[in-house]
């Protein structure tokens, strides 16, 4: 709380942009759309090629760590507001064990997707499905706490 | 001569940049540069363990129709890349943990030196 | 004090230096770890998974499989610890700037 962090968190200073420079704000606008592209491949191909939820999560973070690099944190509000990320990180981890409560529920072990309740499909396919399931929450969960550890670290 | 180079310079290299991560923890004095040698020692292991997962003539550990899954020889070991693949996230995270707990002492007393931080919690 | 701190972090190298290279060199397709048993007898993991990854879960790639099925305790308290990060972060940075 000295004077100096008090000044670089101003109402005044959160509106800038860190940098004024042009190119630097159209690079990054243009970039980042394409690694979250890039994030969502990697991640939903993770079955087929190397890639999965980690990777994917940390991808999808690099683009909204971008965005909040070069535009400043309030101005990158919209993509991915503050307040969300600890919320969504709860979300995340609370799928992955959702989805072995789930299975407990309907008679397996915790966390054994053969007992997942879709009937109309072989047990090796109910596995590639619960894999998926789990997938999505780990995506949410690192890449939500990726921007809220930025976010925190800056302190604005 | 050759062949043991071939053979175990990937982990003498690890060994030496593992104790340069031991050297920036034990001997620097600045806190942030103690962080950063924990995460030189974290990356350190994480390339041990994909170093020993190597195989000689191997692919990756994605399922190739033409060699199939009767000759393992034709895979990469996956239980140390999925190991690993967790371990970094963690690394990642518990960096994360350590600049905050840094920027809480400079918050609290004004330094990162070792020696004067000492100083002046008394 | 520095003498002796580099002292022991030279020790500390050849200590590393020698028990590195008693290990099997780096590729070798005859190491014990690579195998389908290892020397006590009991069957390997690595080799397992490689060959029944596809077979009970229709997916090719293996690290997904270990990772989400095979140790999936493991990766869910992976992903707790993460979040158990965020949180920590959260109460370091934020707490003690509510009271000035």
Known sequence: MSTSNKELCSKETAMMAPTESPIIHLASRGISPVILLIGLYVFFHGHYSPGGGFQGGVLLAAAILLLRLSLGTSLSQPIMPSWITLRLSALGALIFAGIGLVSILFGGNYLDYHYLPIPWLDPAYLRYYGILLVEVGVTITVMTTLVAIYDDLLGC | MLEFIQGYYAYIFLATAFTIGLYGMMVKQNLMKKVLGMSIVAATTIMFWIVGAYKEGAGVTVLDPRYGVENPEMYLNPLPHTLMLTAIVVAVVTLGVALALLIGIYREYKTLDEPTLLERMK | ?100
Not at chain 3, 58 to 63: D, F, G, L
């Open chain 3, 1 to 100: 004090m520095k003498t002796l701190q580099y002292f022991l972090l030279l020790a500390f190298l050849g200590v590393l230096i020698v028990a590195v290279t008693n290990l099997p060199p780096r590729g070798d397709v005859t190491s014990p770890v690579h195998q389908h048993v290892n020397p006590a007898g009991t069957p390997v993991a690595g080799t397992y998974f490689i060959q029944h990854a596809y077979k009970d879960t229709k997916t090719p790639n293996m690290v997904t499989v270990i990772l989400a099925d095979y140790r999936a305790f493991d990766t869910l308290g992976e992903v707790i610890v993460v979040f158990a990060g965020g949180i920590a972060c959260f109460f370091i940075l934020n707490v003690g700037r509510r009271k000035p």
